[in-house]
């Protein structure tokens, strides 16, 4: 049985992009399977409750029907730091001190421009930092992030692969991100973390999201591997693009579903638009 979910983060109002990605993964349910709805807010500056409410308004708005209760990451913060702090144990992560403006520097200093998926590849000035140095920093309350050891990590592991049901078996090749940060001090998590924990405890089987998205799902598969957690299927979607041929984003003052909804949209309207109807 498939059980997948749609994983909005409540940063702002769904656009039709959304619209499409919730609908395909609905159907991807038709002849049996569970439906969940998971609210991906462990960013507290940027997720409002009013987004958490548009989201629900509109995915009832173009009939979907979810499992309850829906998941709020938020709730969960302590399940992401257990995670966290067992690759910590594994010795697999370090604290990293850097600005941002001591990154570039350094990655200008090493002639380093190397670019991954997320955009350059951090230069590892923190990785081997002396534990002195360490508690000083601490001490002293500088802000740091927890990053993983992507050398390490990937030597752990060894070959890993992903099944893209479009795509076939895919070899999982997370090194191209470089160290990655998977917490800070204040957020004990990262996306890439607690989605994969998230999806193991809720039994996901089957994750449908954007092409955007295919690139994490290397991080993904290796954080599946070095915590034992469960490894879904994937199919990455294409993106929907408006009308200027650009992907849908909430900041580029897309259409908003809500928008559409109170001009007097129906869903059936939806579904045509995005190609579903
Ligand atoms: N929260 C992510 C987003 O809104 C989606 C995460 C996922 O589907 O894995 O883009």
Known sequence: MIVTRFAPSPTGLLHLGHAYSALLV????????????????????????????????????????????????????????????????????????????????????????VLGPDGPIYPGSCRGLNPELIQKFKNEKKPFAWRLDMQKAVARVGELTFRDLDKGLIVATPEIFGDVVLARKETPTSYHLAVCVDDHIQGINMVIRGQDLFPATHIHRLLQALLGLDTPSYRHHRLLLDESGKKFAKRERSPSLQELRLAGATPKEIFKRVGLG
């Open 26 to 113: 609905y159907g991807s349910i038709k002849k049996g399977g569970d439906f969940l709805l998971r609210i991906e807010d462990i960013d507290p500056g940027r997720c409002r409750i009013e987004y958490e409410k548009a989201i629900e308004e509109d995915l009832n708005w173009l009939g979907i029907k979810w499992q309850k209760p829906v998941r709020r990451q938020s709730e969960h913060m302590h399940d992401y730091a257990s995670a966290l702090n067992r690759l910590d144990n594994e010795g697999l992560l370090y604290p990293c001190f850097c600005t941002r403006k001591e990154i570039i520097q350094a990655r200008s200093s090493l002639a380093m421009d």
